[in-house]
């Protein structure tokens, strides 16, 4: 039902660099909408890790970063360390009917 | 601190019903839409129901629509959700979350632990 899509894994060793691309359409991301980005640590809640596209909440390391461009948008993750290991959703608006969308998700490995 | 802690969750049988509850703390509630976002098993994120501080407007995204209801109560700083004709796809964790402003269409800045709602006979 997702409308958001996002590769199902990502790795990469501790210290490199992982991005997780988010694909969306033209009554969402394309439409101007902002993008959010969560992190969900196993058996855990999720956790707002960037808002309005390139955002973070107080806490949150600046080695995630996010953009957005056209229909699509990015989280890229440097540093990569072990505690980052969780799944990631981006979220963004539609305008058809389902107002918050969600991305598939992305669960990201540290080798 | 924010805090969100849902209940009501459990075992309920096909076409049954069930009521969920979020306690909210820490921030003042009638300022604040609210939703509740649902994890099945392995699966991702999904958004059913969101309403706006007030009370006055509500949202559902057709897959629960005549099925679910969402309302709250500012003077109980309290969240609902109530479901009825329970499907076995309605099986997930069911996660109440705070907006960022009184109404809907942005992101969601707090979220509770969840309460897990299987049905099955």
């Known amino acids: 039902q997702s409308v958001l899509t996002q590769p199902p894994s990502v790795s990469g060793a501790p210290g490199q660099r992982v991005t997780i691309f988010c694909t969306g359409g033209?009554?969402?991301?394309?439409?101007?909408?902002?993008v959010h980005w969560y992190q969900q640590l196993p058996g855990a809640a999720p956790k707002l890790l960037v808002y309005?596209?390139?955002n973070r909440p107080s806490g949150v390391p600046d080695r995630f970063s996010g953009s957005k461009s056209g229909t699509s948008a990015s989280l890229a993750i440097t540093d990569l360390q072990a505690e980052d290991e969780a799944d990631y959703y981006c979220?963004?608006?539609?305008?058809?009917?389902?107002?918050?969308?969600f991305g598939t998700g992305t669960k990201v490995t540290v080798l | 601190e924010v805090q969100l802690v849902e209940s009501g969750g459990g075992l309920e049988q096909p076409g049954g019903s069930l009521r969920l509850s979020c306690a909210a703390s820490?921030?003042?509630?009638?300022?604040?839409?609210m939703h509740w976002v649902r994890q099945a098993p392995g699966k991702g994120l999904e958004w059913v129901s969101g309403?706006?501080?007030?009370?006055?407007?509500?949202y559902q995204p057709d897959s629960v629509k005549g099925r679910f209801t969402i309302s709250r109560d500012n003077s109980k700083n309290t969240l609902y959700l109530q479901m009825n004709s329970l499907r076995a796809g309605d099986t997930a964790v069911y996660f109440c979350?705070?907006?960022?402003?009184?109404?809907?269409?942005?992101?969601?800045?707090?979220w509770g632990q969840g309460t897990l709602v299987t049905v099955s006979s």
């Open positions: 033209r009554s969402n991301i394309g439409a101007g909408y902002d």
């Open positions: 309005g596209n390139n």
């Open positions: 309403i706006t501080g007030s009370g006055a407007s509500t």
């Open positions: 820490g921030f003042t509630f009638n300022n604040y839409a």
């Open positions: 979220q963004s608006y539609d305008s058809l009917g389902v107002l918050y969308v």
């Open positions: 979350a705070k907006d960022v402003t009184p109404t809907v269409g942005n992101w969601l800045d707090a």
